[in-house]
């Protein structure tokens, strides 16, 4: 058997499609009717073959753009929990910053609060100190003004006691 074939597909693509056609075939044959049933179904073997390829092609283009949508919504499911992730973070440290401002101020009004109550402390303890240096004070001062009263009670007592003595004279000397 003896096949010349001149052309036997013609292939094209338009539009993102692969199209093939079977063209028109030329088959020079010696033998019978056999030999053009065999060319026939090689034909259609070759016919089926190539719509099996096509279909396969298509099923891997489709699986691949499934694949490729899968990827970029799982890219942009990435990108969404990444500015939430940021987003929390950020959130996180302001409310850290508010939290360690916050012990701060606590542990100032603390201290101050010590102080205050160390200044108050030390205002009682001066104050006392003050007011017994002034009792102190005041009971020397007292017991000074008494001393010089009773001097001069003692002194006028002493005169009065002399005029007295003196008036009785002159009273008994007049009597």
């Keep these: 058997m003896k096949y010349t074939m001149r052309k036997l597909f013609k292939t094209t693509t338009a539009s993102d499609k692969l199209n093939r056609t079977c063209s028109l075939s030329t088959i020079s044959t010696q033998s019978t009717h056999d030999s053009r049933n065999n060319a026939a179904d090689e034909i259609r073997h070759l016919m089926h073959r190539i719509h099996d390829l096509e279909s396969e ?3 891997n283009r489709e699986e691949t753009q499934l694949r490729e949508e899968k990827l970029q919504n799982l890219v942009l ?47 009682v303890k001066d104050s006392a100190h003050t007011l017994c240096r002034a009792v102190s004070t005041d009971r020397i001062w007292i ?16 005169k009065n006691a002399v005029e007295l003595a003196r008036m009785k004279r002159r009273f008994a000397t007049n009597y």
């Design 77 to 123: 499911i990435g990108q969404h929990n990444c500015q939430k992730l940021r987003a929390e973070l950020d959130m996180t440290k302001h409310e850290q910053s508010s939290a360690e401002r916050e012990l701060i101020h606590i542990k100032l009004n603390r201290r101050m609060g010590q102080i205050s109550a160390e200044s108050s402390s030390q205002r």
């Design 143 to 158: 017991e000074a003004e008494m001393a010089r009263r009773a001097l001069n009670v003692d002194k006028m007592t002493e």
């Design 57 to 59: 092609i298509k099923t």
